[in-house]
């Protein structure tokens, strides 16, 4: 309701500006003068309220009412004609400068927001997990004591190995948490990408073996050496190949591609899946927000986390192809 109620004031403004203009005529020089002045107040608040969209609307729909009128007073690039046609210009440079700053401004609302939020959770995870550790511990070491007094064959043997199993589910649940909610301390050295990669892939082995899914690695020749933190990174692409393979039909294939620039290394870690919906894609990155039954929703929160603290960012985009490619970007240096 709001948005309508700006649009409307916006044109409602635009429209009696115009008039104004064709109904005083060039009889009235001066407040013709000062109707042209109004027209930025429109595009200033269109710039202001929808951003760089918005203010350039607000300017070419002023330029198409306006224009007309100019062309029919036009008298052979007079002064009053340049100062119509510098107007004209500075209606859109206006429209820019004003999305632009707005534009800039609400990203850096929405970041602090986030930043807000994730710190509030963080410290929600933080008591939550370490309430939950001493008890989970219990369970499974009392678990395992009773196990040694149930014989095999037992009905009930079974149920504590459920047991066993759940708890250490939980157990991962709790680390997850934890490293979620703990701030990070890199250990950055220089490292080559291609032999964490490499060291990923053995680790993934036995999951793609499982699926029946083909884990395939493509490196640029001649990558320099990157200055990570090699646990974590190795983290952060474990995390998204198991992801990518889980994702994957099959008998298809998962991509892990590697190249650099000048400035950048880049990772993208290709699944030829069933993709992730635009809706999803604007979540993932949230904490607690899982597509997987068993998923605790914090795999990708914390990737993310490991990725900034390296000052890069990742990137979820469509495969062309059809699923999801995942791209990393960090420093080289």
Same mark, same amino acid.
């Given at each position: 309701?709001?948005?309508?109620?700006? +649009?409307?004031?916006?044109? %409602?403004?635009?429209?009696? $500006?115009? &008039?104004?203009?064709?109904?005083?005529?060039?009889?009235? =020089?001066?407040?013709? +003068?000062?109707? !042209?002045?109004?027209?930025?107040?429109?595009?200033?608040?269109?710039?202001?309220? &929808?951003?760089?969209?918005?203010?350039?609307?607000?300017?070419?729909? %002023?330029?198409?009412?306006? $224009?007309?009128? #100019?062309?029919?007073?036009? *008298?052979? &690039?007079?002064?009053?004609?340049?100062? =119509?046609?510098?107007?004209?210009?500075?209606?859109?440079?206006?429209?820019?400068?004003?999305? %632009?700053?707005?534009? =800039?401004? *609400?990203?850096?609302?929405?970041? #602090?927001?986030?930043?807000?939020?994730? #710190?509030a959770v963080g410290k929600s995870v933080a008591a939550v997990a370490h309430d939950m550790k001493t008890p989970l511990m219990a369970i499974g070491g009392f678990t395992l004591l009773i196990k040694k007094y149930i014989q095999e064959g037992h009905p009930h043997r079974d149920k504590l190995d459920i047991i066993l199993e759940e708890t250490r589910r939980l157990e991962n649940m709790v680390k997850d948490m934890l490293d979620f909610s703990r701030p990070l301390d890199l250990n950055r050295l220089a490292n080559n990408v291609d032999t964490i990669i490499k060291e990923c892939l053995d680790v993934v082995a036995a999951e793609a073996q499982k699926r029946k899914v083909q884990v395939r690695r493509q490196s640029a020749p001649g990558l320099s050496e990157t200055n990570t933190d090699r646990m974590r990174m190795k983290q952060v692409l474990i995390n998204l190949i198991i992801n990518a393979i889980q994702a994957s039909p099959e008998g298809e294939n998962v991509i892990i591609r590697t190249h650099q620039t000048k400035s950048e290394t880049i990772i993208e870690v290709v699944d030829f899946g069933c993709g992730i919906t635009p809706d999803q894609r604007a979540e993932i990155f949230m904490?607690? &927000?899982?597509?997987?039954?068993?998923?605790?929703?914090?795999?990708?929160? %914390?990737? =993310?986390? $490991?990725?900034?603290?390296?000052?890069?960012?990742?990137? +979820?985009?469509?495969?062309? !192809?059809?699923?999801?490619?995942?791209? $990393?970007?960090?420093p080289t240096r």
């Open positions: 309701m709001k948005e309508q109620l700006k +649009v409307s004031a916006v044109s %409602i403004l635009i429209a009696g $500006i115009t &008039f104004l203009i064709y109904y005083l005529g060039a009889d009235w =020089r001066y407040l013709h +003068v000062l109707c !042209r002045g109004l027209y930025f107040v429109p595009v200033m608040l269109a710039g202001f309220w &929808f951003g760089v969209r918005g203010g350039l609307f607000a300017s070419l729909a %002023i330029c198409i009412l306006y $224009i007309p009128y #100019a062309s029919m007073s036009w *008298k052979a &690039f007079s002064e009053l004609d340049l100062d =119509r046609v510098i107007d004209v210009v500075l209606y859109n440079m206006v429209a820019l400068i004003m999305g %632009i700053l707005s534009d =800039r401004q *609400k990203v850096d609302q929405k970041i #602090a927001q986030e930043a807000g939020n994730l #710190a904490p607690f &927000f899982s597509t997987k039954k068993d998923g605790t929703g914090l795999g990708l929160p %914390i990737v =993310r986390k $490991i990725v900034e603290a390296h000052q890069g960012k990742i990137q +979820v985009i469509s495969n062309p !192809r059809g699923g999801t490619i995942f791209r $990393i970007e960090v």
